[in-house]
């Protein structure tokens, strides 16, 4: 009787199996809160197309274990239908030779993306991936409250910024908070060299890695700043998570924060408001210039032609009005299309939208050089490094720029 | 002719688990040595790269940083691990009461993960939050303990975690030695007119010689492949102040895509234990048998 039960289970889980040839499986790491709720939109959509959505979720490490997973998963020849993969992994995994061109839906794509933007997601002048959201990564967060008492004018360059923060330290606060791991020391980096060097000069030194911008009189300025902002952050900020760091803005612990905005889903989920308790407003210097950091999928090939239908239609998907809109909602990011109307964002999103437009016009859209959308794995490995050290030794300024230079050799 | 079934079970019972081992533990091994010596990136190539991968892993700073703190932590950890487990051991050897409650307290730690110690340890290490803190609220205002931020002092800060967490295992150890030591020996030593001091340090600890070994073998193991205890306390920082190789192997190999530079780190840490174990094992078989 048993036997005969696990007999019918196993033949079921074949014909299950079969039925189900045209299922759409997705490997990505978004398993918190409002990114599952985001998720979730997507394959919703997916199956009132008809297709069968397979959730692939490796929660953890940044991503690093789902990358893992997928690595195994590719050189075992089961690669699925898309992953989640940013920037110049994009290119590093098309190089591979197993990334699948979606040509098919992608038609429009180059009349609705900043051409930056447009260029990550191609390999080969075909588009191999398809882009979800847009962070800004160059947003200075400040407390209110403080702000007010100090003259409640948000610093426009570094000398505001500096005056500001002596005004913060003298009324007892932590200037700045700061989470001393390497990620973010990598962030608040990223921004001074913009504010310092504005955007020509961070896309020769950070994207490029031009020896001449590296090895530069302004890169040297860039560390100087960076070590005059390290004397505005409290001893105890050597491993504190970004989200604790962003609490302390929150309570007045600290004055502010260089953060992306996935800070804003901090300030959002503790009741407060942009203008009222809190300001975003463009690090110092860097008004004019934007630091994307552009979460994406990456269509891997399949041989299945249901299979390679629903892909494109997961692409078509992803690239919607409706999705854009939905998802960054829930993620307190911005649409990637242009065009979009931006009535339910709120105030530092519609001002992220009109500065990305703005910017992808301008020249002043740049990929974020410490969240993975500039420079191969390696080569941001390896002068995250030498940032993280300069923050955490008494390393001159002089040292960090030779050290810089060679890093940037790493391939 | 038939083999009786007692010769040839226990070789058909083993052979899966042989089989498993020979693959999953030596043939990984080997590819890992393979792969060291290859263009590898993203993804395993097999693209010849001679010593190429070596190169660049004795030119990289970051190394360098790690191998000094694994060496440091090494050291430091199995010494104090061991001195204090032996002094515990023989405390508690002198027939005192509540020694059963003791034992466990001392050996409970060991029961704990490296991650549940590392984050415990974050948390009263942290000068904001922690010790420091508190003892200054004491009304020791000048008082600072701040080796958990501190660059060149944060190693040190695993050093005690660690020594926390394993010192009581290495008190069990040496303590089931101590209780295998034949006691007329030490009588007769009595008998001599040797005080205490005197037996335990002529006599006792010489002939605890095995359990050094087994302690020191067990301790040196945990001490190369540490990871989460690292991971946990310090997140390798401030900076990569207290990187270790296994730190080092798993962020190249899986997070920046130099697998081939990532096998080249492991098979250094491979080669360190080999260095380290050869000698030992040698020695003991060699003075035991």
């Known amino acids: 009787m048993k036997l005969k039960f696990v007999a019918a289970a196993i033949a079921a889980s074949f014909v299950a199996g079969a039925s189900y040839a045209a299922e759409v499986e997705v490997l990505h790491w978004w398993t918190s809160g409002g990114e599952a709720k985001s998720v979730a939109e997507l394959k919703k959509m997916m199956e009132a197309k008809g297709h069968k959505w397979k959730d692939f979720a490796v929660a953890g490490g940044g991503g690093d274990a789902a990358m893992t997973a997928l690595k195994a998963r590719v050189v075992a020849g089961n690669a699925p239908v898309a992953a989640q993969i940013k920037g110049p992994s994009i290119q590093e995994w098309a190089q591979q030779g197993v990334l699948a061109d979606i040509s098919g839906a992608s038609d429009e794509w180059d009349k609705l993306l900043p051409k930056v933007v447009g260029d990550a997601m191609k390999y080969k002048g075909k588009y191999v991936a398809a882009p979800v959201n847009v962070h800004r990564v160059n947003w200075l967060w400040i407390n209110q409250d403080a702000l007010n008492k100090a003259g409640g004018k948000a610093p426009t360059n570094f000398d505001e910024f500096f005056a500001l923060a002596d005004k913060f330290k003298a009324a007892g606060m932590t200037a700045i908070a700061h989470g001393g791991q390497p990620w973010q020391d990598a962030t608040v980096f990223e921004s001074v060299v913009l504010g310092v060097g504005g955007a020509k000069f961070f896309n020769d030194a950070l994207v490029k890695l031009d020896p001449k911008a590296i090895d530069s009189p302004t890169m040297l300025k860039s560390f100087d700043t960076l070590a005059k902002i390290k004397t505005y952050i409290d001893k105890d900020a050597a491993g504190r998570d970004w989200n604790l760091a962003t609490a302390m803005v929150m309570n007045g612990k600290g004055g502010m924060q260089f953060m992306g905005d996935w800070a804003k889903g901090e300030f959002t989920s503790a009741n407060k408001v942009a203008g009222k308790d809190y300001a975003c407003v463009p690090t110092p210097g860097t008004a004019n210039a934007y630091t994307f950091n552009i979460d994406s999928f990456a269509m891997f090939k399949v041989k299945d032609a249901a299979v390679q239908k629903g892909q494109l239609d997961l692409a078509t998907a992803i690239m919607s009005p409706e999705f854009q809109e939905v998802f960054n909602l829930n993620k307190g990011s911005i649409p990637v299309r242009s065009g979009m109307s931006d009535a339910k964002f709120d105030a530092c999103a519609k001002k992220s939208i009109v500065d990305f437009n703005a910017t992808a016009k301008s020249g002043g859209l740049v990929p974020s050089f410490a969240h993975g959308m500039a420079v191969p794995s390696a080569t941001q490995g390896a002068i995250v490094d030498v940032v993280a050290k300069f923050m955490n030794s008494n390393m001159s300024s002089k040292d960090a720029v030779a050290a810089l230079v060679k890093a940037s050799r790493t391939k | ?289």
């Open chain 2, 1 to 289: 002719m038939t083999m009786q079934p007692d010769r040839w079970l226990p070789k058909l019972v083993l052979s899966p688990t042989l089989a498993a081992s020979l693959l999953f533990v030596y043939g990984f091994i080997l590819i890992t040595v393979a792969l060291s010596f290859t263009e590898s990136r993203l993804l395993p190539n097999w693209e010849w790269a001679g010593v190429e991968r070596y190169v660049e892993l004795f030119d990289s700073e970051r190394w360098w940083t790690s191998a000094i703190n694994i060496a440091i932590f090494g050291t430091l950890f199995i010494a104090l691990s061991m001195a204090i487990g032996l002094l515990i051991a023989i405390l508690l050897d002198q027939k005192i009461r509540g020694e059963g409650f003791l034992r466990a307290i001392y050996l409970y730690p060991m029961a704990l993960s490296f991650i549940v110690s590392g984050t415990a340890w974050k948390w009263i290490l942290n000068p904001g939050l922690g010790l420091e803190k508190l003892v200054q609220s004491w009304g020791f205002p000048n008082f600072t303990f701040d080796w958990l931020v501190n660059p060149d002092m944060a190693i040190y800060t695993v050093v005690i975690a660690g020594v926390w967490q394993s010192a009581g295992f290495a008190m069990a150890l040496f303590l089931a030695g101590l209780r295998g030591v034949d006691s007329e020996i030490i009588k007769a030593a009595q008998v001599d007119g040797a005080s205490t001091p005197t037996i335990y340090r002529r006599i006792i600890i010489p002939t605890l010689r095995p359990v050094f070994f087994s302690v020191t073998l067990i301790l040196a193991h945990i001490a190369i492949k540490s990871f989460d205890l690292v991971m946990a306390l310090t997140g390798g920082g401030p900076g990569t102040a207290t990187d270790v190789p296994a730190i080092f192997m798993y962020q190249f190999s899986f997070s920046r895509g130099q697998l081939g530079l990532g096998a080249a780190s492991a098979v250094m840490m491979l080669m360190t234990v080999i260095a380290i174990m050869v000698p030992l094992m040698y020695a003991e078989t060699k003075s035991s048998g």
